[in-house]
């Protein structure tokens, strides 16, 4: 069964960074894409980046520049270093894998619990 479970979140200032990260389970992360989603409470889960199964990576618009997408395949791990936050990054982040190549639409079948970023302005 596969499995992720997501690290890292916390109360940072403006202009601070964080790095998130998701340690898999059940799976090899090779064989899916793996994604960062992000959610605030009343709003729709808002895609931040992906690695498609062909390594090909995306981003939000609103994060380009600012965050970074990686992975460790030796600890079955993926990152996601976060720059330069903003008020606006507040949010619940989930990492998300599944064998076909969704993108940044939120259509994976696995999905982590969660982590709470909170950005201080």
């Known amino acids: 069964e596969a499995r992720l479970v997501e690290s890292g979140g916390g109360l940072v200032q403006a202009g601070g960074s964080l790095r998130l990260s998701c340690v898999v389970s059940?799976?090899?992360?090779?064989?899916?894409?793996i994604a960062w989603f992000r959610q605030v409470p009343g709003g729709d889960r808002e895609g931040v980046s992906c690695?498609?199964?062909?390594?090909?990576?995306d981003y939000a618009d609103s994060v380009k520049g600012r965050f970074t997408i990686s992975t460790d395949s030796a600890k079955d791990t993926v990152f996601l270093q976060m720059d330069s936050l903003k008020p606006e990054d507040t949010a619940v982040y989930y990492c998300?894998?599944?064998?076909?190549?969704?993108?940044?639409?939120?259509?994976?079948?696995?999905w982590g619990q969660g982590t709470q970023v909170t950005v201080s302005s």
């Open positions: 059940g799976f090899s992360l090779a064989d899916y894409a």
């Open positions: 690695i498609r199964r062909d390594g090909s990576i």
């Open positions: 998300a894998a599944d064998r076909g190549n969704y993108g940044l639409y939120p259509a994976y079948d696995h």
